[in-house]
């Protein structure tokens, strides 16, 4: 089946530790996206990409780092120096322009 | 500075009326609007698009508004089930940035 697919999905990691979430996604879309949500807040845009090799930080790209080696992963790296680790992040799929994007099912990071 | 706005962070319609989710933008480049549906640790779900040369879409039970002048758009739902109980996003892209810009939600809850 086609789809966007995050693992793990629950993810618990000790405060200063680096961690990597993982996002495939077989529908052959250019590009790639990941979101933050914490509660009661919207969708914040921590990095993009449209192509392999290259991504763009979005707006709260800080104390995150991305990869895009291939065009079905973007994997995303939440390092120690990012402040308030802990909420639910998504990444998400689709063509370049005007189209809609597709989400994967998210994954909860707690960081304790 | 949040571009896409969404004022009203809840909004409790009894089933079978009208929801009307309201938007807002700051972004003039913006050309492609788009309206999401997410229940509670899941990704979101697409549910309408819009492109700026146009001033309405209807897909079934959602038809999307879009005012350009205003720079407005709405979403309505009729008749509200209890199934649309839910966090509705918009989004929006343009110009010559591909990414997606969320608003922070509305929870929509459908009374019986």
């Known amino acids: 089946d086609g789809g966007i697919t995050q693992s793990p999905k629950y993810l618990f990691r000790k405060e200063g530790q680096n961690v990597t979430l993982s996002c495939e996604q077989n529908l052959n879309h250019d590009a790639m996206y990941w979101y933050r949500q914490d509660p009661g807040q919207g969708l914040r845009l921590i990095y993009y990409s449209q192509i392999v090799n290259d991504f763009q930080k979005g707006d709260i790209a800080e104390g995150y780092s991305v990869s895009r080696e291939k065009k079905e992963s973007f994997p995303l790296t939440v390092t120690s120096a990012q402040k308030n680790p802990t909420a639910f992040y998504l990444c998400?799929?689709?063509?370049?322009?005007?189209?809609?994007?597709?989400f994967g099912q998210g994954t909860r990071l707690t960081v304790v | 500075d949040q571009q896409v706005k969404q004022n009203s962070p809840s909004l409790s319609v009894q089933e079978g009326r009208i929801s009307i989710l309201n938007c807002d933008y700051t972004n003039s480049m913006f050309d492609y609007f788009l309206w999401y549906k997410k229940y509670p640790a899941e990704g979101p779900t697409f549910l309408i698009s819009i492109s700026s040369i146009k001033d309405k879409n209807e897909d079934g039970r959602f038809t999307v508004f879009l005012n350009k002048s205003a720079k407005h758009l709405s979403l309505h739902i009729v008749p509200s089930q209890p199934g649309d109980s839910a966090v509705y996003f918009c989004?929006?892209?343009?110009?010559?940035?591909?990414?997606?810009?969320f608003g922070a939600g509305t929870t929509v809850t459908v009374r019986a």
């Open positions: 998400a799929s689709g063509y370049v322009l005007n189209t809609e994007a597709f």
């Open positions: 989004a929006a892209s343009g110009g010559s940035d591909y990414k997606l810009s």
